[in-house]
């Protein structure tokens, strides 16, 4: 089992900047791809930013140019940087990981944090 804990979702302004970490424990050793996904209300989840084991990174459309995953693999963490952030990033935004090597799937990764909110408002 993995467990995934996200932090540093909270509320901010137009153009603002956060940073969300996601700290993983347990069998970590059989993850190969972490990614992040949102789910604003009344929308489907959707995969933001993913990362592999090896530093490879793919992002939806709307976060190119503006969000960076990144990951310390001394500190079992992985980051998403949001920067230029607008009030259509409001989500609450999810860290999972997967033991399969596909980082861009039809379907969801296998193991979920609990999630944390991220509001942009004026």
């Known amino acids: 089992q993995v467990q995934l804990v996200e932090s540093g979702g909270g509320l901010v302004q137009p153009g603002g900047s956060l940073r969300l970490s996601c700290a993983a424990s347990?069998?970590?050793?059989?993850?190969?791809?972490m990614g992040w996904y949102r789910q604003a209300p009344g929308k489907q989840r959707e995969l933001v930013a993913a990362?592999?084991?090896?530093?490879?990174?793919k992002y939806v459309d709307s976060a190119k140019g503006r969000f960076t995953i990144s990951r310390d693999n001394a500190k079992n963490t992985v980051y998403l940087q949001m920067n230029s952030l607008k009030p259509e990033d409001t989500a609450v935004y999810y860290c999972a990981a997967d033991r399969r090597t596909y980082i861009w799937p039809v379907y969801e990764y296998e193991y979920w944090g609990q999630g944390t909110q991220v509001t942009v408002s004026s």
């Open positions: 347990g069998s970590i050793f059989s993850i190969n791809v």
């Open positions: 990362i592999t084991s090896g530093g490879s990174t």
